[in-house]
Antibody
């Protein structure tokens, strides 16, 4: 059975960085792309970008280019998403989601709450 | 890339049908069939309900159906049940490896 398990809640100060992990199990990790999506409190879903878990190629949404980095470690079937230079507006729940191959996300992590607070 | 436009809310009584629209442009919805719909209950991760405009993943009831015409996609929930009360988001591939979510619709079962 497919599972995506994310790292726990984070509290960071403005200007800091945060790295969220997403550990996959139950399928061949490198056969799929992984996307990251965030949701600010009381707001809608926002797509951040994807990583090809086989090649490591990435593509970021325009709003996140230059300050979000997606990586993976195939040896432990884990994807990572790092946000640098955090601001209060980055307070959100961050999700990883597996792409079934046609821009449909069939499995999601449980979400990681990142709070930016001084 | 601008978000796809959805009505903020929709409602229906148990057993009735509700249809949610999702309006994009010729650069996203109008240019491909990679439209998906997600259901999200409060405090939970989204769940895939429809992909490629009208396909249902295994386990999704056939009460949920999707369609598309031009730059607008639609999700219809037939035979509304209490557990269908949730937020619904459409999504679309937007070209050059970009992707966009809809603004979200809160469905209330009266």
């Amino acid at each position: 059975q497919v599972h995506l398990v994310q790292s726990g809640t984070e509290v960071k100060k403005p200007g800091a960085s945060v790295k969220v992990s997403c550990k996959a199990s139950g399928y061949t990790f490198t056969d799929y792309y992984m996307h990251w999506v965030r949701q600010a409190p009381g707001q809608g879903l926002e797509w951040m970008g994807w990583i090809n878990l086989n090649t490591g190629d990435t593509n970021y949404a325009q709003n996140f280019q230059g300050w979000v980095t997606m990586t993976r470690d195939t040896s432990i079937s884990t994807a990572y998403m790092e946000v640098s230079r955090l601001t209060f507006d980055d307070t959100a729940v961050y999700y990883c989601a597996r792409d079934i191959g046609n821009w449909g996300f069939d499995y999601w992590g449980q979400g990681t709450l990142v709070t930016v607070s001084s | 890339q601008s978000a796809l436009t959805q009505p903020p809310s929709a409602s229906g009584s148990p057993g009735q049908s509700v249809t949610i629209s999702c309006t994009g442009t010729s650069s996203d919805i109008g240019s491909n069939n990679y439209v998906s719909w997600y259901q999200q209950h409060p405090g939970k991760a989204p769940k895939l309900m429809i992909y490629e405009v009208s396909k249902r993943p295994s386990g999704v009831p056939d009460r949920f159906s999707g369609s598309k015409s031009g730059n607008t996609a639609s999700l219809t929930v037939s035979g509304l049940q209490a557990e269908d009360e949730a937020d619904y988001y459409c999504t679309s591939y937007a070209g050059t490896n970009n992707f966009v979510f809809g603004t979200g619709t809160k469905v209330t079962v009266l």
